[in-house]
């Protein structure tokens, strides 16, 4: 490959930095022979042997190479870093930018770039790709599971991997294939351990310090992995298949890779940074390739960011190698969302598989409802929560009642009396309002009573019991407070009894145990709604008060609370028992008793804890005080059963009774969905729920933080006091999702609302630190500012919900296309697979690395190793297949709809080809494509050459004609055709049928079929023709080739010009004309308008030489050039005839105004050099001139030619017609008028077409005296 030669990318200033060279001569996996030498390139199907003697000497032999061009730079080894000689044929050296400029010219170079960093694009899916199962992939193509990967090697290039990770476990693994080259010789020996490998894990290297990279203190100086970027991405690929997966306590189910049996080779590049992330310097990411090659890895990943513009950078080169090699390399598209411009997606190169990332079935959803019509009534212990309850008690309470918090019994007799307001001092006709029952500790009174006291101010004040429930200090304790009686017996079947009489005659009672609370808890708000008395019977017996009672009372109706194992049949009996409330157990007897009150729609119900009873009891005389039942739960669930009693008494508010440890989040989200608030919205989120008062984190920053930190909720930056208790509200960006609830957490928080800045941001279900949500940019603006006006308000989150959803939807800050590098001639990215909420294996557990880790991850990162994996699985059914092939089978194959048929989405609209490529892959139907695209090197490099990347190429070709599995045009005009060539893999031939879905406004033109020979290839053409399509805009399509049940699809993508026409015309003379022609491709008016002539601000300038072959630096001679605003186009430009002494070799370099680096270059050979740029920025620029081959002091002289062109018209150029109707693929003949010039003057100027809003294209018009030419 052969870059354009004046062409040395990202070329900085300054300090010494390190730079990788790409020398001529091929490397070895590419080597045919010559110089004398055998070959060293495998035959198809084959690896690179670089243990043969052949790859010996070829190796000798560029090392050779390499010396005499450093020699020839003024280098030696001391300054490599590196060699590469397998999928590259380099190095990379640390030189200063004059160095990497004197490199660059040397005629055994190709290309010089200076080193980059590259970054990590940071459950299982094999259920939902269809690769499990009976019916699945792997039982179909490889006989089960255990077979699916046999002998192919995934290289993996990331953060390194966790050896201890059962994901990579060594189980029954067979040894490597004997082809295998590759060890563990150079894994390393870090802080915890020596890396080690197994059959698994067949090889190990890492990529340290001497390749540039920052090396953190706690990072494993070996190929282990401190980040977990890498083992999640190798896990991804090809984990081992049926690993327990565990998150943060919550049980996932079992991981598996995409080929669980494939052998997994590491290649640790990237390093943890002190942010979190991983980046790593492109001389070790290169080495890492190269490496990868050389020890015969089948399929390569790498969840790596890379290039948006350029096809011919260090590491897509050595990818250009490796593909020629038989590698299938699988690269992530990118994390930086749609809307960063006209396109975001990385790897644009045609000889990788460039993937974004959408999501998976796996349901994750959550609601978040504001204003929850669920409150709790809870304080910090039984004693708070019952003068809670009494706060809520409405009229005159002139009575309370205070029973012992130790023991349930009285309060369980006494609470129905209590709501109906008795007292032994007042008749029960006499009495007013329902009296609250406070409790009080058996010595003492506790603080929260006697506030309650106070505030109350009762007249009368009933004691439940005797000196062993409330003794006689508190009790005159407790009379400070109001005339106190007591209601006592010699135990708590006469306490109970003594409470009944309180109520004069009557035909009902009721009977609990007295000896277990759990049947009677609610049955005390029944018996106080109706106005009857509790009695406390034992279970096998009928103590004698209860009986003589009974006797003197005979009342006609004896409600038993409980089930026999309460209350046994013979007690029942004995007590004359009517009805029996009770249930399998306290919560379905609760139910009962809820049922009993007749009612639905209740303006509210209580909810208590099953598993003690102060809470209930305190909270039966209300519910009796307002005739409404009491369910019970358990702390931490609600039972299916009191689920459906809610259900069906659709109360119209809820209470809780006691605090947290009474009733858990849990059960509150479970009961609050029952109790929905105002409004309510959709998000994600993982495990349970919880409802509680949110506050916006933005309004409590912590001391020494700002609202800006906190609005992030940045570690440490939320007030512990003001977010205590409560739900918070985060703002995503910053610091990662995750840290924010830690964040939360620690500052005492019970849950988390966190919020997009925009729609276009992806939704995580993320494993937090506390219960939360994550919500899109809408919901969460209109969710901010409800809380803002809402303060002190409660919300629900509900738990997470895990039914299957419709997928796949495009996740938001995956990448898209079109490919720059090509101008929209080749769609990117390829295909789209599962990367949101992907769970795998992690790093280990830091404080132990000896234990392994799981996590939940986004990104192209993750949808990168699906690709990989399901690669290594075509590489194992079809070894002879190409890399393109394979892609082209993935490609032709996937699906551009979701499981419910409709278009996959983005962002709530339809997602289109530049977002997911030719769709989600569909890894079954790829193993009968019939048909495939297939391509190989001349392919890639002719395709390089016709996008301005590459030169010396020996066909010439549009970039749309590359045979690809998909069709773009991203310059349309008018009409176009492309050919594409299909080749058979079925065996047999056959008649494939031409299907289109023309884009709207263009017509397509195919054969009715084509004829494809078995095993062989058939070409075929495409024409495209711009009828009514709205130009500068994507327009999309599909073609389909249809042979039974084998359909060939591929999508099409096409965006017609508004102005097709030259990029620049030039001319001579002083007065003249010039024809030439455009076509218009949309309906309207084009008016044509000129900017300058203007002629050259030209100079003489003295260069002086600093030595030949570029001396000691490129700077020889730096001017400034000054920018006005306005600039259309700006040339510099100098001339070899006009140099003198004549025959110098002079060189250009535009920098910043920054003067930081070199933005634009013309250093060919010779002097004739010019830098032309469109729409620049005002500002003072620099324009170095080195004068490459004068010896050292010697001076030339150099006019330079500036044009800084404006939008004003000089006077001396028109264009005919300034205006003219446009129509769809209309020709349109111009005729430019330029008169006045001065003899001897070159002239700049523009012709600019505008729709009479934008413009919409532009001709550069250079004037130089003489003959007339049109070039274009």
Known sequence: MSAQADDVTNLSLGETKTYIVQLADDPLVAFDGGHGLTATAPQSGDKVDVDSAAAAAYSDFLAAQRSKVLQAVGLDKADVVTTYEVALNGFAVKMTAAEAIHMQKHSGVVQVWEDEIRTADTVQTPDYLGLSGDGGVWAEQFGGVENAGDGVIVGVIDTGIDPLNPSFAEGDMPAPPADWAGDCDDAGVDHYAAFTCSNKIIGARWYGAEFGNTIIPEEFESARDYNGHGSHTAGTAAGNHGVPLSIMGTDLGNASGMAPAAHIAVYKGLWMTADGTGSGTTAGLVQAIDDAVADGVDVINYSISGSSSSIVGADEVAFLYAADAGIFVSTSAGNSGDTVGESSVAHNAPWTMTVAASTHNRGAAKTLTLGSDLERWGGDDRYETAALVSEKFTGDTSTVYIATGDEFADALTGSSAAAQGMAPSIAPADALAAAPVLLSRPDHLPAATAAALEALAPDNIVLLGGNSAIDEETAEEIGAYGTVSRVAGENRYETAVSIAEMYGEV????????????????????????????????????????????????????????????????????????????????????????????????????????????????????????????????????????????????AQTGVLLGGLSAIGAAAETEIAAHFPGDETFDGIGVGEGVSGVVVDSETIPAEGFTAADSKLCLLGSVDDAAAAGKIVLCTRGSNARVEKSQEVAESGGIGMIQINNTDAESLNADFHFVPSIHLNGTDGAVVKAWVAANPETAVTISAQSTDPVNAPEMAGFSSYGPAL???????????????????????????????????????????????????????????????????????????????????????????????????????????????????GWNDWLNYACAIGQNSGCTEDIDPSDLNYPSISIGDLAGAQTVTRTVTDVTGEGGTYNVEVEAPAGITVDVPASIEVPANGSASFEVGFTVTSAEPNAWHFGQLRLVNGDITVESPIALRPLAIAGPDEVSGEGTDGTLDYSITTGFSGEVTADVDGLIPADSEVLAVTSDGPSGGGGFQDLVVPVEVPAGTSVLRLSIFQDEITPAGVDMDIFLINPEYTAVIAQSAAGGSDESITLQDVPAGTYFLALDYWDGAEGAVANVPLHVWAVTDADAGNLTVTPSSFPAGVGTAVDLTLDWTGLETGTRYLGAVNFSDGTDVVGRTLVSIDGGGLTATE
């Open 821 to 935: 590098a090509g101008g929209g001639d080749l769609l990117k990215p390829d295909i789209t697979a599962p990367g949101v909420d992907i769970a795998a294996a992690y790093h280990a557990d830091h404080a132990d690395p000896g234990t392994p880790t799981f996590n939940q991850i986004s990104g192209t990162s993750m949808s990168a190793p699906h690709i990989a994996g399901l690669a290594a699985l075509m590489k194992q059914e079809f070894p002879e297949w190409s890399p393109a092939a394979i892609k082209s089978a993935m490609m032709t194959t996937a699906r551009d709809t979701q499981d419910s048929g409709d278009p996959i989405q983005r962002s709530g609209a339809d997602a289109s080809p530049l977002d997911f490529g030719a769709g989600e892959v569909q890894p079954g139907p790829s193993y009968n494509p019939g048909l495939v695209y297939d391509a």
């Open 507 to 650: 035909d009902k009672v009721f009977v609990a145990s007295g000896q277990n609370f759990p049947d009677a808890l609610t049955g005390a708000a029944l018996a106080g709604t109706e106005g009857y008395p509790v009695l406390l019977t034992k279970g096998d017996a009928v103590p004698a008060v209860l009986a003589d009672y009974l006797a003197d009372t005979s009342p006609s109706e004896v409600v038993v609370l409980g089930g026999p194992d309460a209350v046994s049949e013979a007690v029942y009996a004995a007590v004359g028992g009517t009805e029996r409330l009770a249930g399998e157990d306290r919560y379905d007897t609760a139910v009962e008793v809820s049922k009993a009150f007749g009612v639905t729609e209740p303006e509210t119900t209580l909810v208590a804890s099953g598993v003690n009873w102060p809470d209930a009891l305190a909270g039966g005389a209300y519910a009796a005080s307002v005739g409404v039942p009491v369910q019970l739960t358990k702390p931490e669930d609600l039972p299916n059963v009191v689920d459906g009693e809610l259900t069906r008494l659709q």
